[in-house]
């Protein structure tokens, strides 16, 4: 039993992470002993759950900054008790309040004010709504926008942001075995957040990278392909094939 915000976008979470295993890819494993998790952007935990499903012994630092969607996070993690520790809040290069866009019937892509993109978005969660099977035409099509209409009606939350290096102090972690962080723009903000001398806890990193020509994006995959490299981690990227065209890549780096 999985408490969503609604079931379309859990069942595609579900398979996206359960099935397809979508951020176990480009040599990420989790094999180690008591694996430790930094789920950056965990939503409604779909992510911990798998990570403990495969890895009873795994220990999850859930960040999630959206009242609503913490909610969800809690009831489906209540079950794992210590293993995984919880935080409402985001992760980013400052600590300070800030005002996040959510999206009530598409909560993954809910994302800093400063990162929204509504129409790029909508654009996106329609042509994979067609790809899914809606058919088109003029009366079908403007069902669609109006559900659209809907789904990505904006709410806005004031939510606390803070650094990852901060929180690794306070909690004493001594290794990142996965660094998981799917924040809709805002990837290199949390990046920026690691201080030197807590890059060598990091063994292996899966994070989804938007680079889009013409937005403050533009160029962000070669460049943190290039930064990550020199920090001596080996770097895959990839698209899916529905995809294609988009600004959305994932980057999987693994140190040694």
């Not at 408490?3 to 069942?11: H, I, K, Q």
């Not at 935080?87 to 004010?113: A, H, K, W």
């Not at 001398?197 to 990193?205: F, G, N, S, T, Y």
Request: aromatic letters at 8%.
């Amino acid at each position: 039993m999985i408490a969503g915000l609604n079931r379309d976008e859990t069942s595609q979470l579900y398979q996206e992470i359960f099935i397809h295993r979508s951020y176990l890819s480009g040599g990420i494993r989790l094999d180690t002993a008591d694996p430790v998790i930094f789920d950056v952007g965990a939503n409604i935990g779909m992510f911990s759950l798998f990570a403990a499903s495969i890895c009873p012994d795994t220990t999850v630092y859930a960040f999630e900054p959206m009242p609503p969607i913490f909610e969800k996070l809690r009831l489906n993690v209540a079950g794992l008790g210590a293993h995984v520790k919880l935080f409402e809040y985001g992760l980013s290069d400052t600590e300070r309040r800030l005002p996040f866009t959510f999206y009530p019937g598409f909560s993954t892509m809910s994302v800093q004010r400063s990162y929204a993109d509504t129409a790029a978005d909508r654009a996106l969660v329609r042509r994979s709504m067609v790809q899914a099977g809606a058919a088109t035409g003029d009366g079908l099509d403007a069902f669609l926008d109006e559900m659209l209409d809907f789904r990505l009606r904006e709410v806005t939350h004031e939510c606390v942001v803070r650094r990852m290096s901060d929180v690794i102090d306070e909690q004493g972690v001594e290794r990142i075995d996965l660094l998981k962080i799917d924040v809709q723009r805002a990837e290199a903000d949390v990046l920026r957040g690691l201080e030197e001398r807590h890059w060598e806890l990091v063994r292996q990193i899966a994070v989804e990278v938007h680079d889009e020509p013409g937005t403050r994006t533009e160029g962000r995959l070669d460049t943190m392909v290039g930064r990550l490299r020199r920090r001596g981690f080996r770097v895959v990227t990839e698209q899916a094939q529905e995809l294609a065209g988009t600004d959305r890549h994932m980057l999987f780096a693994v140190r040694g």
